[in-house]
C-alpha cells in the first residue's frame, strides 16, 4: 500500500520562505505522479493551488510555487502572509490510484 | 462559474448503504477533459480519495474501498453519485465531490463542493 508523507507541522515568520515536502513510500516522486497541492482552512473545502508538480490556477497567489526536488515534491511559499496560515496536503498518482499526504499544518508566527 | 453542490442523508446506519448525489451546474458533465470525483474527509483527520467516474461511465476506484464502492453517472442530471455500502462508524466523515482535469499532462481536482457531513450512527 502506498504511503505519502508531508512534515506534520512547519513554522514560518511573516514575510519568510518555507517549503514543504511530499514523499512516497515507493520510491522518488517524478512528473508522473502528477502532484498536487491543496491548501485547506477550518470549515473549509480544499482548495487546489498547485497541479502536475509546477502548474498554477488563476487563483493561485504568484508567492506559492511547486517543483520537484530531490525525489520529493515540494510547494515553496515566498513571503508568507498571515493568511497561509493552513493545513496543505500533497496529492499523488501511485500505481492507479490517487493518494493524500497526511497534511502540513502551517503555522504563521 | 462551475458549481458542485453534494446532497443525501447526513445520517446512516451501520451496515447500511451511504448514498451522496453531486450535481454540477455552470458546466456540462459531457467534456473529454475532466473526470468526476469523490474525496472525504473523517472530522479532524485528513483527505482520502475514493474514486473517479468520466461521462461516459468509466471508473477507477481506491483499492481499499473498491469492493464497497459504486460510482455513478446521469447526464441527463448533470449530476453523478456516490454509493457506499456495508458502513460502519469508520466511514463518517465530510464527503467532497469535486472535478477533476485529465487531459494531456495535466491532472487536477480544480473545483469542488462545498462538502456534506455523514455520520454513521445507529
Known amino acids: 500500500q502506498t504511503v505519502v508523507t508531508q512534515e506534520p507541522s512547519l513554522t514560518v515568520s511573516p514575510g519568510g520562505t518555507v517549503t514543504l515536502t511530499c514523499t512516497s513510500n515507493?520510491?522518488?516522486?517524478?512528473?508522473?505522479?502528477?502532484p498536487n497541492w491543496f491548501q485547506q482552512k477550518p470549515g473549509q473545502a480544499p482548495r487546489t493551488l498547485i497541479y502536475?508538480?509546477?502548474n498554477k490556477h488563476s487563483w493561485t497567489p504568484a508567492r506559492f510555487s511547486g517543483s520537484l526536488l530531490g525525489g520529493k515534491a515540494a510547494l515553496t511559499l515566498s513571503g508568507v502572509q498571515p493568511e497561509d496560515e493552513a493545513e496543505y496536503y500533497c496529492?499523488?498518482?501511485?500505481?492507479?490510484?490517487?493518494?493524500f499526504g497526511g497534511g502540513t499544518k502551517l503555522t504563521v508566527l | 462559474q462551475l458549481q458542485l453542490q453534494e446532497s443525501g442523508p447526513g445520517l446512516v446506519k451501520p451496515s447500511e448503504t451511504l448514498s451522496l448525489t453531486c450535481s454540477v451546474s455552470?458546466?456540462?458533465?459531457?467534456?473529454?477533459?475532466?473526470?468526476w470525483g469523490w474525496i472525504r474527509q473523517p472530522p479532524g483527520k485528513g483527505l482520502e480519495w475514493i474514486g473517479n467516474?468520466?461521462?461516459?461511465?468509466?471508473?477507477y476506484y481506491n483499492p481499499s474501498l473498491e469492493s464497497r464502492v459504486t460510482i455513478s453517472v446521469d447526464t441527463s442530471k448533470n449530476q453523478f453519485s456516490l454509493k457506499l455500502s456495508s458502513v460502519t462508524a469508520a466511514d463518517t466523515a465530510v464527503y467532497y465531490c469535486?472535478?477533476?482535469?485529465?487531459?494531456?499532462?495535466?491532472?487536477?481536482?480544480?473545483?469542488w463542493g462545498q462538502g456534506t457531513l455523514v455520520t454513521v450512527s445507529a
Open positions: 469535486a472535478r477533476h482535469l485529465a487531459v494531456a499532462q495535466s491532472r487536477s481536482f480544480d473545483y
Open positions: 455552470g458546466g456540462s458533465i459531457i467534456t473529454n477533459s475532466y473526470y
Open positions: 467516474i468520466n461521462y461516459s461511465g468509466s471508473t
Open positions: 515507493t520510491g522518488a516522486v517524478t512528473s508522473g505522479y502528477y
Open positions: 502536475s508538480t509546477s
Open positions: 496529492l499523488l498518482y501511485c500505481g492507479g490510484a490517487w493518494v
